[in-house]
Nanobody
């Protein structure tokens, strides 16, 4: 089993910054992908950014140039630096850890609320 614990959410004004962290513990595969997803009220969950264990990244078009995902493999932790926040970024942000090779290896954190005021 894997436990993911997010932190760093909160309330910020438009144009501000926040940094989210997600620490994983338990049975962590060496080769994996970690990422952040978000879900706004009344909308489907959407990908924000992902990063593989060798550092390859992928971003949603809506956050490119504003958000940066990174990870510390020694700490099994993934980060999301969010700059230039917009009210449209308001959502619950959830951390994910999964393996492309093993479909059953897919874990989610509880989520952290990010609210951007105008």
């Amino acid at each position: 089993q894997v436990l993911l614990v997010e932190s760093g959410g909160g309330l910020v004004q438009a144009g501000g910054s926040l940094r989210l962290s997600c620490a994983a513990s338990g049975s962590i595969l060496r080769i994996n992908t970690m990422g952040w997803y978000r879900q706004a009220p009344g909308k489907q969950r959407e990908l924000v950014a992902t990063i593989t264990s060798d550092g390859s990244t992928d971003y949603a078009d809506s956050v490119k140039g504003r958000f940066t995902i990174s990870r510390d493999n020694a700490k099994n932790t993934v980060y999301l630096q969010m700059n230039g926040l917009k009210p449209a970024d308001t959502a619950v942000y959830s951390c994910n850890l999964h393996s492309i090779q093993l479909s059953d290896y897919n874990y989610w954190g509880r989520g952290t609320q990010v609210t951007v005021s105008s």
